[in-house]
């Protein structure tokens, strides 16, 4: 009886093993295969470069530099503190710090965990060459983004960063990863997808230490898209020079197909601070600076036209029949409603149209501005896009502001409508919107789609076809009239534009605009214009946050305009 019971006991276990057994190796008989794979079998990954960027002449503005970064493989290190010790002293930093980086970084037993990036040669050497002592210790090659111009251009190119989890929910068709670098801003965003590399790796055998057996595979890292610009960078370094790191902006954009020779934002920034660890405490400094080098005021920027708004005006009082080239009115220096008094920067005495905007009258276009609606006036500000965005290939583009319907209070007061009719008041634009707005004006109403990019991966960005470009439809009288006075503004010994005029050789148009700013600060000064040439039509835009006077402005355009010629651009 006892020997019956001890046989069934006897029997009881031996059917449990079978059954762990049949339930191991035949129903779960795969997975624990490919536990056992991944105990001995480790796929070492390696980044693929970014695609470079180049100018529109073949200068290389974003390349890559070959990078070391030591990393960990947690399931394999046996003795962390003496690992830890043993990086301290080949990276000359504190093991501690080495700990609190692991464990802030472990991902998975299996995911190497990046302690230090950018080691030198020779610390990688070291490390490859005593690596088999401390197991799950190992050298990755990376690629570091370096920006041979550092600053100048900045806002055009962007800098790239470590990925954020957000950037990974939007991005997960790409196959980025957690230590993915992205692009942030600039081009470095905006084609993002198209200048990611793809990696590669080695699948390799180890044993039971984590040490190197023998190669499985290799699949070399694939290059991202190379990425030619619009950009010259000879201008752009010479408009770097010329703003001097003032606040402000620098626009150069071809009339024949929206292409941007130059965009330039001031004061700027070095992109390699984000990603050369050897500039990195430079970071802490742009993001306190309270001058924002980091914003991209060109195409982020949204600040009063000033007079420069008076175009739109002309246009839509010309076209309407609310005045025409002979049309008068007397300015004092000034026009009175009630006790409030709108000021004009000279006496001018007696102006029409064509000396109105070349000496840019206030008064005169106060009246202009009661003969034509608040509503139409906006209407033909709309046409040229001042209430929407460009379409520029630049992430973060603000669309500006125009109020069209009655402002706050609901009724527009006289002294709203004259604010409005030089570019005052609710009005908001940027210096990009206002470069394609003369850019329409010199082409009769073609509205251009700027660009900063015209390759990708060798293949050609198509240019929007005229045919389906935007057009303001206006008498061919109406752009004649207000093309002659911008021209005046230069040609005219009175002209608020009239240094432009030793720039030799050229018909230059243009206009001035002095726009206050808030809380008593200086005035915000404006010069956007246009040229053509037998080389090359450009519409241009000089902007200075806080510039004071327009000819300040003024100064810089006809520096800038002298330089292209120089450079035989135009």
């Excluded at 190497?112 to 990036?117: G, Q, S």
């Excluded at 990925?163 to 980025?176: A, L, P, R, S, V």
């Excluded at 408009?239 to 150069?252: D, H, S, Y």
């Excluded at 330039?264 to 309270?290: C, H, I, M, Q, R």
Aim: hydrophobic share 40%.
């Amino acid at each position: 009886m006892r020997l019956n019971f001890i046989q069934s006991i006897i029997f009881f276990f031996l059917g449990l093993i079978i059954c762990g057994l049949i339930y191991m190796q035949i129903i779960h008989g795969d997975y624990y295969r490919r536990q056992s794979m991944n105990n001995r079998i480790r796929v070492v990954p390696t980044d693929g470069p970014r695609g470079r960027i180049f100018d529109r002449n073949g200068v290389i503005l974003a390349d890559n530099r070959l990078t070391f970064n030591v990393g960990v493989v947690p399931q394999d290190v046996e003795d962390k503190n003496a690992l830890f010790y043993y990086l301290g002293q080949v990276l000359h930093c504190d093991p501690e710090f080495l700990g609190r980086q692991f464990q802030r970084r472990k991902l998975a037993p299996f995911a190497p965990v990046i302690l230090a990036e950018d080691i030198s040669r020779e610390q990688a050497v070291k490390i490859e060459e005593e690596k088999f002592i401390y197991p799950g210790l190992i050298v990755q090659q990376g690629y570091e983004r370096f920006y041979p111009f550092n600053g100048a251009g900045a806002h055009v190119l962007g800098y790239v960063g470590k990925i954020d989890e957000e950037e990974i929910e939007d991005n997960q068709q790409y196959g980025y990863t957690p230590l993915s670098f992205v692009g942030k801003t600039g081009v470095e965003k905006r084609y993002d997808a198209y200048l990611q590399g793809e990696p590669g790796g080695r699948q390799i055998e180890v044993d039971s230490r984590g040490t190197q057996v023998r190669l499985l595979g290799l699949k070399d890292p694939l290059a991202g898209s190379d990425v030619v610009l619009t950009i010259d960078q000879r201008v752009q370094n010479a408009a770097q020079e010329l703003l001097n790191n003032q606040r402000g902006v620098i626009v150069v954009m071809d009339l024949t197909n929206g292409d941007l020779i130059s965009l330039v934002s001031s004061p700027s920034y070095d992109p390699n601070a984000f990603s050369d660890k050897s500039k990195s405490e430079n970071l802490t400094g742009y993001f306190n600076d309270p001058l924002t080098p980091l914003f991209n005021r060109a195409v982020s920027g949204q600040y009063p036209p000033g007079s420069v708004f008076k175009i739109p005006l002309a246009l839509a009082a010309i076209q309407l029949h609310k005045i025409n080239p002979s049309t008068t009115f007397d300015c004092p220096g000034y026009m009175m409603v009630g006790k409030r008094r709108f000021g004009c920067s000279h006496v001018h005495g007696i102006q029409d149209l064509n000396a109105a905007l070349a000496h840019s009258c206030n008064v005169y276009f106060f009246h202009v501005g009661q003969l034509v609606s608040p509503p139409v006036i906006g209407a033909f500000a709309k046409a040229f896009g001042l209430n929407r965005r460009t379409g520029v290939d630049l992430p973060f583009e603000a669309k500006g502001k125009l109020v069209t319907s009655a402002p706050p209070g609901g009724t527009w007061y006289t002294g709203d409508v004259l604010n409005l009719s030089i570019g005052q008041g609710y009005t908001l634009t940027t210096p990009l919107q206002l470069t394609v707005m003369m850019a329409a004006v010199a082409d009769n109403g073609v509205i251009m789609r700027p660009r900063v990019v015209s390759q990708v991966g060798g293949i050609m960005v198509p240019v929007m076809d005229i045919s389906k470009r935007p057009l303001i439809r206006l008498r061919d009288q109406t752009w004649g009239v207000v093309q002659q006075g911008l021209k005046a503004v230069v040609a005219d010994p009175q002209g608020t534009g009239h240094d432009l005029k030793e720039v030799g050789g050229l018909t230059i148009y243009g206009k001035t605009g002095t726009a206050q700013s808030v809380h008593g600060k200086p005035n915000h000064a404006w010069f956007v214009g246009y040229t053509k040439s037998a080389k090359a039509s450009i519409a241009f835009c000089v902007f200075l946050e806080y510039g004071g006077s327009s000819e300040n402005s003024v100064i810089i355009a006809r520096d800038l305009l002298l330089k292209l010629q120089t450079l035989q651009i135009i």
